[in-house]
């Protein structure tokens, strides 16, 4: 193997060898040597809270690590400023969102010119000044990481709850503001999930407290002006493998404790005429059946997949009696009709569905049952349903885009049908639509499935085959990647990529089936379709093998470790941020945060041989090989729960050892964040604008960058 003549990274320093510790595991009469296992800090728990506990050889391996990718990147550095500027240039910074009305008030929030953090403020419903309730910059000063959950009014407008997180280890405290004074009372809730859900009176409320092992397993009744340690358990959840929230209803009659997985759900109501109740069981979990609900009234909305429904269907039930010995389907499961989320309002009943990969809202009227659809024509676009916050309305609010669409923000009156353009994002530095081409194409996979690719360039970028190309993925989960505005993707339609997102299997961009079959034993599929994109790609000619660099992260980053064993030569460069490449190591530990919940998605490698035959066939750090691995970057947090910093650690490590004449492998992790990089809006930007510029430095594109 040697590096490719395109590769740039030439005269570079010796890279991190680190040191190799065997440790060995047995499972199902398999034994494994894992090298690397040391750079997993044994006080992982205690680490998250207090960063300054990690083991000094894993610490000075990691600085190291850093120190290498510095010297490779080195020469980005004018680039990077460059790329920041731009889109810097294309955000308003002093932008503030159209408020949304909810009783006297209307709440929405602001960003200030140069300010990081987003300010949260109301006005009088009908219009006037804003009053500002919570001020982030301010509270993130002296920080080096900060994070708002966001602030949440009590039904009565008098106080609310904020959460933070200021390590990024996703641990938020929560505190109560007067938002009168704006002074915080001084209840302090720690090592929540983020957020509460307030009683009617406003004089208490319920939220998820984080385990030991980074779970949301209990649900707590806070009263106000008492210390956290006599908070009353509402529910505990005994089962690992399950998440759970909580949540309201926009009547404010009940309080939903969420619990499931990535397959199963089981919801339980608190009415709020009697806060001291037993949460109802509404229906019993059943593997493989999920529901979510939404109150309408006197019956209750319940969006399922139960029976044959892969789809989901609507059923009703009244609020009474909400056991599933009562629903009744009002809305029937049509095969190829996705059906996302729903709301009910006072004469209405709302939901988002997706059919062919396109998004539309669809709005039936309560009484007669007539229905209506919002669509929009492009080839490839968003559409984000925002509903209200109040419960007897005849306006939702949504919002579109398209990636050469900037997005618009609408009220919609679901009885006059009128439509009514509140905002459209404003890009300072201006954007002309009529310069980029949006389009949708079908890739053939490997068995005949045509994959969905959405694809941004430039009217101008020649189409021969010579233009570099960034293509995104993910594919897990179910998450549909939309194909929506990001100005950020300018800066590389603008230098002659294309950019394109592959939407392939285990997402639901086509259907449930679509991420059924991307799953579990059909994992595979997942890489095979994002390798065929590249492969469609370059067969009509809209870039070629040798320009495409690939990126995914998280789950989508374990899919960059996958495509890179499978068809290393098919990748000009790959960037997996945050990625999830030590699958099989990490799915025999039930210790960690995810490992359980995760099951359903990926295969108990504990309890099942087959599974752990599933997982090992494709897990990115155990099939590392003597391979011609292009130029890859991997970007990792130091205190993220949900891909630990140890995964792209050890998977670099490998990578230079098994394969040390292909790459070069960079490694960069972020010493005070977590999984969602640096908290700030333009300290993103600075993130963004460093992949972007390896991007560019791998394509051969640094000359005329800048």
Same mark, same amino acid.
């Given at each position: 193997? #040697?590096?490719?003549?395109?590769? $740039?990274? &030439? ?39 207090? $960063? ?53 008030? *209307? ?19 009908? +219009? ?45 405290? %929560? ?34 407290? &984080? ?18 340690? @006599? ?15 909580? +949540? +309201? ?94 709301? /009910? ?36 676009? #968003? ?59 079908? *890739? ?23 233009? $570099?190309? %960034? ?67 370059? &067969? ?11 990126? +995914? ?13 499978? =068809? ?7 960037? /997996? ?25 990926? @295969? ?23 391979? $011609? ?29 098994? *394969? ?22 333009? &300290? ?10 390896? =991007?560019?430095?791998? *394509? ?7």
């Amino acid at each position: 193997m #040697s590096l490719s003549p395109k590769t $740039p990274f &030439q005269n570079l320093p010796s890279p991190p060898v680190a040191e190799k510790k065997p440790v060995t595991d047995t499972r199902h009469g398999i034994t494994r040597t894992d090298d690397y296992a040391w750079m997993r800090a044994e006080n992982w728990q205690a680490m998250f809270k207090d $960063p300054s506990l990690l083991d000094p050889a894993i610490r000075t391996h990691l600085e190291t690590e850093n120190a290498y990718m510095e010297a490779g990147m080195g020469d980005t550095a004018e680039l990077q400023k460059v790329l920041f500027a731009e889109m810097r240039g294309r955000i308003k910074e002093d932008d503030s969102s159209v408020p949304m009305k909810d009783g006297p008030y *209307a709440y929405g929030t602001l960003y200030v010119t140069g300010g990081e953090q987003p300010h949260f403020f109301r006005t009088p419903r009908d +219009g006037g000044e804003k009053h500002v309730l919570l001020n982030g910059d301010k509270e993130a000063e002296g920080k080096d990481y900060f994070r708002l959950s966001g602030i949440d009014n009590s039904t009565d407008h008098g106080f609310g709850i904020w959460g933070y997180d200021d390590k990024g280890s996703e641990y938020f405290t %929560l505190r109560i503001r007067d938002l009168a004074t704006g002074e915080d009372l001084s209840d302090v809730i720690e090592n929540t999930g983020g957020g509460g859900v307030w009683a009617p009176d406003g004089k208490s409320f319920f939220y998820t407290l &984080q385990d030991e092992n980074h779970r949301p397993s209990k649900v707590f009744h806070h009263i106000l002006g008492t210390s956290q340690t @006599g908070d009353r358990l509402v529910y505990e959840e005994k089962d690992p493998g399950f998440f759970m929230g909580v +949540g +309201g209803s926009l009547l404010d009659d009940f309080i939903y404790i969420d619990i499931h997985d990535h397959e199963t759900s089981e919801y339980r109501l608190i009415s709020t005429k009697d806060l001291t109740a037993e949460p109802k069981l509404v229906a019993v979990r059943e593997e493989g059946v999920e529901y979510s609900m939404t109150e309408g009234g006197d019956v209750f909305y319940i969006l399922t997949n139960d029976g044959d429904a892969k789809d989901f269907k609507i059923m009703e039930a009244p609020v009474e009696a909400p056991g599933k010995e009562n629903w009744k389907e009002i809305v029937p499961h049509e095969p190829g009709r996705l059906i996302i989320s729903h709301m /009910a309002f006072a004469r209405h009943l709302v939901w988002l569905e997706r059919r062919e990969g396109l998004p539309r809202i669809v709005v039936r009227d309560r009484a007669t049952g007539d229905e209506h659809a919002i669509a929009f024509a492009e080839e490839a676009y #968003s559409l984000g349903l925002s509903g209200a916050a109040e419960y007897d309305t005849n306006v939702i609010r949504f919002s579109y885009s398209s990636m050469t669409t900037p997005s618009q923000l609408f009220d919609y009156d679901m009885v006059t049908r009128e439509r009514v353009l509140l905002k459209t994002q404003e890009v300072p530095s201006g954007h002309n639509p009529e310069d980029y081409v949006t389009r949708r194409v079908m *890739a053939p996979a490997p068995d005949g499935e045509l994959v969905p690719v959405s694809l941004l360039y430039r009217k101008d970028t020649p189409l021969d085959g010579s233009a $570099p190309c %960034l293509l995104y993925g993910y594919g897990a989960y179910g998450i549909t990647i939309p194909a929506s505005f990001n100005t950020n993707n300018l800066s590389l339609a603008d230098r002659g990529f294309v950019y394109a997102i592959a939407h392939i299997r285990g997402g639901k961009e086509k259907g449930f089936a679509w991420y059924e079959n991307g799953k579990m034993e059909h994992k595979q599929n997942t890489f095979k379709d994002f390798i065929a994109a590249a492969d469609y790609l370059n &067969q009509q000619k809209f870039t070629s093998y040798v320009n495409i660099i690939a990126e +995914g992260g998280s789950a989508g980053g374990m899919l960059m470790g996958a495509i890179a064993n499978i =068809a290393p030569e098919k990748f000009a460069g790959i960037i /997996a941020a945050v990625p999830f490449v030590d699958v099989l190591n990490t799915m025999l530990d039930d210790t960690l945060p995810l490992t359980p919940p995760e099951w359903p998605e990926w @295969g108990n490698p504990i309890e099942s041989e087959e599974e752990y035959h599933w997982i090992a066939s494709y897990s990115p750090y155990d099939n590392i090989g003597a391979k $011609p691995y292009p130029p890859i970057l991997a970007i990792s947090g130091l205190i993220d729960p949900r891909v630990t910093y140890w995964e792209p650690t050890k998977w670099i490590a490998k990578l230079r050892e098994v *394969a040390p004449e292909a790459g070069p492998y960079f490694l960069k992790t972020n010493m005070a964040a977590g999984h969602g990089g640096k908290s700030g809006r333009f &300290q993103r930007l600075e993130e963004i604008a460093f992949e972007y510029s390896f =991007a560019i430095k791998v *394509a051969g594109k640094m000359a005329a960058a800048v």
